[in-house]
């Protein structure tokens, strides 16, 4: 019997074209890993098409993650605001990608940056229906404003929109909404990029009530069609704030959990790093000195009353974890690491977690034809009491025989201690970069030898003096020394 009933994948952004042969070929992938739910809205187009009317607005980047509903069909309210021909090729690409998963036996779910940003020719027909601003200000050259969900019309609107999209994919299984970023948010969130604000009338009502209204509003349109329908909400609030809204949303609404230094997992061996630089009440540990034990403890711990916190109701929540491989030294898609994938998927287990979300890296077979992660992935889960390494030998002895078994398995141990001790550099962009003793001094590289880690993006936020005007060099100069001498050259 496997440990996890149900794992939920959001791929993201797609490093490839959305053809119906891609689809199809990347659900097979995922139903080959096991994963039983999967995120179906990608858009064809890499960039919002408010970047068209702004192109010099560089955090309209953000903006083509978790696409919003309004990009697929319109409502009574914002009808014409985006060309038919444009929703319609969008509509096709998520029925390909819903028909996809069908054709693997996985169910269709959206994950959703709502309630995302209006373009301002919107306010200018609908002035009342403004709510907060939820672009960030120190990477936006235009103020973003989202929609007021507490105004009638604006409810309505969404249930429109909501309907709509369950009538081109009426097995759609649940939607997870994902706020307080990428040009999304709530009114009076004290946590927003742009501080507390919003429509100025609603200031009283509680930011709790706020957002459980509207996630119940999500999970009443889907309930009309499946009754198991499932509204997931994954970030955008301190632990406290999750708390009040998962007290009083309606039974279906179902809190996602994560550790305390990624919405995408938590226990991961990199975020030791975080805990000491970022630790709550101050750091425990400098970099030299972490406690790795006690530093994973404290993650475990947290996680366990994270959980605590979303099944309190008796719902069953999705933790997330970035497995199977993660992806945060993207654009490299794989390094060997299946004693973490094997550690942390106990670890869930041991929490008594029987539903997961596969937050890392799924390669197509035709990219990395032997993904040890992967495998490591699917067997653990179909015996969640293997020993770490007799599961791992396995692997290396049906790949590459007894003769080679062995040079394979330690080969795979070594990379994996290593790549739990490289250090996941501290910011919120370290996804787009890849920096690190892989090149001595990042300084004397040419701008086109950085771009295979330095995107547009970065060097936009760069020009603009935002929030990427220190990330290449400062957390790579500052220890290269340590890194080098005790991570690199003394431990691995």
């Keep these: 019997m496997k440990a996890f009933k149900e794992i939920y994948c959001y791929p993201g ?10 689809a199809d070929r990347m659900m097979a992938s995922l139903a080959e890993a096991g994963v039983t739910h999967v995120q179906i809205n990608h858009l064809p187009d890499l960039m919002h098409p408010e970047q068209l009317a702004q192109p010099g607005n560089v955090y309209l980047a953000f903006a083509n993650f978790g696409p919003p509903l309004d990009l697929y069909v319109s409502s009574q309210y914002n009808h014409g605001l985006w060309p038919e021909m444009y929703l319609d090729r ?39 229906l403004r709510g907060p601003r939820v672009d960030n200000p120190t990477c936006s050259t235009t103020p973003l404003f989202a929609l007021c969900t507490d105004m009638p019309e604006v409810k309505q609107h969404y249930r429109e929109m909501m309907g709509k999209v369950l009538e081109l994919v009426p097995d759609l299984a649940a939607v997870s909404i994902f706020t307080s970023d990428s ?32 996630l119940g509003l999500l999970l009443e349109e889907g309930r009309k069609k499946s009754s198991g329908f ?3 909400l994954t970030s955008g609030f301190d632990p406290e ?24 997992g938590g226990l991961e061996e990199h975020w030791g790093y975080h805990q000491a630089v970022w630790a709550p009440g101050g750091p425990k540990w400098n970099i030299r000195d972490l406690d790795r034990k006690a530093a994973y403890k404290e993650r475990f711990e947290d996680m366990k009353e994270r959980l605590a916190t979303s099944t309190a ?39 008594g977690i029987k539903r997961m979300t596969a937050w890392g890296v799924i390669s197509p077979k035709e990219l990395v034809p032997h993904d040890v992660n992967l495998a ?6 179909e015996n969640i009491s293997a020993k770490p390494d007799t599961l791992v030998r396995g692997i290396a002895v049906s790949w590459a025989g007894e003769k080679y078994a062995d040079v394979l398995f330690n080969a795979w141990k070594e990379c994996d201690f290593a790549h739990c001790r490289r250090p996941n550099w501290v910011c919120g962009i370290n996804k787009i970069l890849f920096p690190g003793p892989l090149v001595p001094d990042l300084t004397v590289l040419e701008p086109e030898e950085l771009s295979y880690y330095k995107t547009i993006t970065i060097a936009d936020l760069e020009r603009i003096q935002g929030v990427g005007s220190f990330i290449p060099f400062e957390a790579d100069e500052q220890n290269r020394d340590f890194v080098l001498d005790k991570i690199y050259d003394k431990e691995t």
Excluded at 13 to 22: A, D, G, K, S, Y
Excluded at 242 to 263: E, F, H, M, Q, T
Aim: proline residues 10%; aromatic residues 12%; hydrophobic residues 35%.
């Design 241 to 264: 704030m999750r708390a009040k809204i998962l007290s009083i949303v309606p039974k279906g609404v179902v809190g996602s959990v994560n550790g305390l230094y990624d919405w995408e």
């Design 313 to 351: 109701k008796g719902e069953k929540p999705l933790v997330h974890a970035e497995l199977p491989t993660t992806d945060y030294p993207r654009p490299l898609r794989y390094t060997p690491q299946p004693f973490e994938v094997i550690s942390i998927m106990k670890a869930y287990a041991k929490l």
């Design 376 to 381: 490591a992935f699917r067997a653990i889960n």
């Design 183 to 214: 040009g999304s948010g709530f009114d009076y969130n004290p946590h927003s990029y742009s501080g507390s604000n919003g429509a100025g009338f609603n200031r009283g009502i509680p930011l709790e009530k706020r957002v459980s209204n509207f």
């Design 13 to 22: 952004l797609l490093p490839f074209e959305p053809t119906q042969e891609n």
């Design 230 to 232: 499932e509204v997931h």
């Design 90 to 128: 969008n509509q096709s690409c998520l029925k390909r990608f819903a028909a996809a998963a069908r054709k693997h036996g996985i169910k269709p779910i959206l994950y959703l940056c709502e309630p995302r940003f209006a373009p301002e020719r919107f306010f200018q027909k609908n002035p009342t």
